[in-house]
């Protein structure tokens, strides 16, 4: 199905417009066109262009940014990695061995990972293409965790210990059951497996020689603010992968000639992050495209970035959950993606809709669905229930990520709080401060932003809402909720495991801890020449290609 | 006696490089938000934010910083970024040539476009050549080159599937490839300076043009082209020159959205990326060379008064 494929908003405004319409967010979060790849075999050879973003450095173990990260899912294995191809809904992660030909679970809290065999590092000094042992997984691991400068070591906060047992095993100890223990060892931030000689020779990896892995594609060049190219690993451990030759990644910073060379086709793949065009660009250019590019291929799927109001719950008046409901009832949640997404969206529960498997539809969620209707009778009423018949003044704590976006979505959670009586005033700062101060809970009043766009639910219950946790910016200390997060992170049985994911959201969505708003429905795009890849959220672009072929 | 001048010169540079750097040290430092906050999210350091901000040095006294900084200046070290951990005298032996390049293309192109049409405007003042070439310049000083660029990039490639050369070709690739992609920048940042250097031009060639010794060349029954270029434009160029000085600052601040635009690695896109980091020594390393030039060019521009009006004497 080569034919071009133009977007369709998966729910029309009018069917989001109507409460009932909210199920339909279940629905959205499915990719609506979808296009497979022809059973052809595979042809070898190509190169595939796309625009990435300039690594600040190249050490994964000492930054938190996907710039770097994204590289090394080029370059590098992991334990585990999530499944990639046409075949894989987006918004789900089934996990596949990587390095791990297989693994087991004798006890709640041990993992044993058997390695497979004769996996050759890339064939560059100073490792010259060893064999990767369990040691060199024991070494990384242990890097990851205790090099000083890791944001992203809290990932395997559970382990204990890592340890070798023979040459191709590895055993994890947790300290207490942790059942997302693999889909963070899978998940391209955390533990990337690097070799210990490059860490010796050169004092870290931040330097593009110290680049070696074991993964499908070699870093080749590299050159500060303009691109990188990676070439085939002739010896990669899966016979006959990687298929495409050459990876062409050019750092492109600006919207006007990223959308100009990709109407061209410069890029093989939508220029933002994943793989996808802005809605707003996308309106734009469609047209342009079905002349230009017609064999290109699109999917739609809901987008992990969500947004949320957050609140000092400690303290008075955001301790009243009949305020806080009343801050939920009164923002127009679809006022904002007409606003600001061509009215293209879906409402997210405390789980965002976008995780298809662990998100409960809005309308699914009981008593608390009422809350995300745009009410604001119902929310004067309750604000005066709660001793607040005249609102009260706030601050909102804020800074643009340079998304005007979030700019226009602010001010109209002013203006509709302003006419429920909650007179607001935006703090807004710049974002070196308002990271180390709001967005870890250093705020008096309200905060509004994005959060990290996390691929398990995990990251986004059990950090944004148990007590104590850096990003619980709400200062939440509720003990049901903390006894649920600790319930799901030790039920092994994932049919379970949802059922209790599903109470938590309930729960949450009754007392509205923090207001989330929405997300945008994402347009993933590809050219027609790349078969058999399939567009996922998260940044993990070498797990998606390495099976990808190019037909040209 | 120019040798004595331009003694006396570079040391009146003296100064005026001190002052720059005082300012170039103080202004980053005055931007909301520094290094260490942006820092502490990226890399872990959470509540150790004094630990970090000792590790960069930023915990000292900002004279001391200042001085060790200049020491370090006066060596010959220009420090290392904060967060490439490579230093900056490598980043910039990298970029410098791309920006001086673009900026030296974007001059030639000023000149060529401006003093051309400038003459013709003075020679045939307020005919509709005049009118036509001054409206000309009021629009080429109203529209900023970041938007002339993104209609160059973007509409032709919503028209015809063609987009300008995007993306950046070492010279070693392709000596060719790698000038070409220079000329369209280049041509749009000079078209926003010609518009300055053109309105100037003008006015000054009509001033001399009014000059007796120029009616007396007239009188004589010289032509046209050698009264105004030999006579006059070689007398109304001393102030242009000055304003090609002027105009060469600017070309190097238009560098930053252009190289950012046409994706050339440039001095100009690093320093953007460094304010947005707030890293320090780049900013700081990055100012303080354009500042440099900006000197040993305004120096360059006095020189050249001597060669296009003998009557300046370096005495």
Redo the contacts between chains.
């Keep these: 199905m080569d034919a071009y494929t133009p977007s369709k908003p998966s729910l029309s405004r009018r069917d989001l417009l109507k409460w009932g319409g909210a199920g339909l967010a279940a629905a959205a979060a499915a990719p609506v066109v979808w296009s497979p790849a022809h059973a052809q075999s595979p042809k070898r050879g190509g190169t595939l262009s796309l625009r990435l973003w ?1 690594p ?2 190249f050490d994964p173990h ?4 996907y710039k770097t990260h994204i590289v090394y899912t080029f370059s590098h294995s992991r334990l585990l990695k999530p499944k990639a191809g046409p075949g894989v809904v987006p918004g789900t992660f089934p996990l596949e061995g990587d390095l791990a030909e297989s693994w087991t679970q004798p006890n709640e809290t041990t993992y044993v990972f058997k390695l497979r065999k004769g996996v050759r590092w890339h064939n560059k000094p100073p490792v010259n293409g060893r064999e990767l042992t369990a040691e060199d997984i024991v070494y990384s691991v242990e890097r990851f965790r205790t090099v000083k ?5 809290y990932m395997l906060a559970s382990l204990d210990k890592v340890e070798a047992p023979d040459k191709y095993t590895v055993k994890f100890t947790l300290k207490e059951p942790y059942v997302w223990f693999l889909d963070m060892v899978a998940n391209p931030m955390a533990v990337a497996i690097v070799p210990k000689e490059c860490v010796e020779k050169f004092g870290d990896l ?1 330097k593009p020689k110290s680049v070696v892995g074991t993964g499908p594609w070699m870093l080749d060049s590299y ?5 990188y190219t990676l070439v085939r690993n002739p010896n990669y451990f899966v016979p006959g992968l990687p298929y495409i030759d050459r990876v062409e990644a ?5 919207n ?2 990223r ?3 990709f ?4 890029y093989d793949l939508g220029w933002e992050f994943p793989g996808q065009i802005n809605r707003t660009d996308w309106v734009q ?1 469609k047209d ?1 495209l079905k ?2 590019r017609p064999r290109l291929q699109t999917a739609e799927f809901t987008g992990n970035v969500m947004s949320h109001i957050s609140m000092r719950t400690d303290q008075k008046p955001f301790s009243d959950p009949r305020v806080r409901q009343a801050m939920s009832l009164a923002i127009d949640r679809q006022g904002i993606l007409d606003a600001t997404a061509e009215g293209v969206g879906v409402f997210n529960s405390p789980v965002p809709a976008a995780l298809t498997e662990w998100s409960l539809p809005v309308a699914q969620l009981g008593e608390g669905a009422k809350y995300y209707k745009y009410d604001p009778k119902e929310a004067k009423r309750l604000l005066g229930e709660a001793g607040y018949p005249n609102g009260f003044p706030a601050s909102i704590c804020f800074t643009t990520y340079g998304s005007t976006v979030l700019v226009d979505s602010a001010q109209l959670i002013l203006k509709y709080l302003k006419d429920v009586g909650i007179d607001s005033k935006l703090d807004q ?5 308002y ?2 101060s709001c ?1 870890y809970g250093k705020f008096d009043s309200l905060t509004y932003g994005p959060q990290t766009p996390f691929l398990e639910p995990d990251n986004f219950l059990f950090g944004q809402y148990y007590p104590g946790e ?1 990003k619980n910016q709400s200062h939440i200390n509720d003990p049901v909720v903390a006894d649920m997060l600790i319930r799901q992170r030790r039920t092994v049985d994932v049919a379970k495991r949802r059922e209790v994911i599903h109470d938590i959201q309930r729960y949450l969505a009754k007392q509205q801890y923090y207001v989330q708003i929405a997300s945008g429905v994402y347009v993933a795009v590809w050219d027609g020449a790349l078969k058999n890849y399939g567009p996922n959220l998260g940044y993990d672009y070498g797990g998606r290609l390495m099976a990808a072929w190019l037909d040209r | 006696m120019l040798r004595r001048y331009l003694f006396k010169r570079l040391l009146v540079a003296i100064p005026s490089l001190v002052i720059a750097s005082l300012i170039v040290f103080t202004l980053p430092r005055l ?8 820092m ?7 509540k150790d ?1 004094d630990d970090l901000r000792h590790k960069l040095g930023l915990d000292r006294p900002i004279y001391i910083q200042y001085f060790t900084w200049v020491g370090d200046v006066v060596r010959g070290n220009l420090g290392e970024s904060l ?3 490579r230093t900056v005298a490598e ?1 910039l032996a ?1 970029r410098l040539p791309i920006t001086l390049l673009l900026g030296g293309l974007a001059i030639f192109f000023a000149i060529i476009i401006a003093i051309p049409i400038g003459v013709l405007s003075a020679v045939r003042a307020d005919t509709m050549r005049d009118y036509v070439a001054r409206s000309a310049a009021i629009i080429g000083l109203s529209v900023p080159s970041f938007w002339i ?2 209609l160059v ?2 509409l ?3 028209w015809w ?3 300008p050369h ?3 070709t ?1 010279f070693s690739k392709s000596p060719t490839a790698h000038v070409l992609q220079f000329l369209l920048p280049a041509f749009i940042l000079g078209v926003a300076s010609a518009a300055g250097i053109m309105r100037l031009t003008r006015a000054m060639l009509l001033e001399v043009l009014r000059q007796d010794y120029v009616r007396t060349a007239w009188a004589k029954g010289l032509r046209e082209g050698v009264v105004v270029l030999k006579h006059s434009l070689k007398n109304a160029l001393i102030p242009v020159v000055t304003i090609l000085g002027i105009q060469l600052a600017q070309i190097f601040s238009g560098t930053v959205i252009i190289e ?4 050339l ?1 440039g001095m100009g ?2 320093l953007f ?1 460094a304010i947005n980091q ?1 890293d320090y020594p780049v900013i700081q390393g990055i100012n303080l060379l354009v500042v440099s030039i900006i000197v040993l060019m305004n120096l360059a521009v006095d020189l050249l008064y001597a060669v296009l009006d003998p009557r300046i004497r370096y005495s």
């Design positions: 300039d600040p450095h000492l930054t938190i940014s400068g890791n944001a992203n070591a931040k050159r500060p603010n303009v691109g050019t750092v492109d910073e600006d006007a000639s959308m100009a060379a109407i061209v086709g410069k250019i342009t002349q230009k700062k710049e974002y070196g401060a990271i180390s967005f850096t | 931007l909301p938000g520094d290094a260490v906050q942006l502490m999210e990226e890399k872990a350091y959470g934010v967060w490439t951990k980043e990298m660029a993104t990039i973007v032709p490639a919503i599937g063609w987009t995007l993306g950046f070492e950012s635009i046409f994706q690695p896109r690093f990326d707030r």
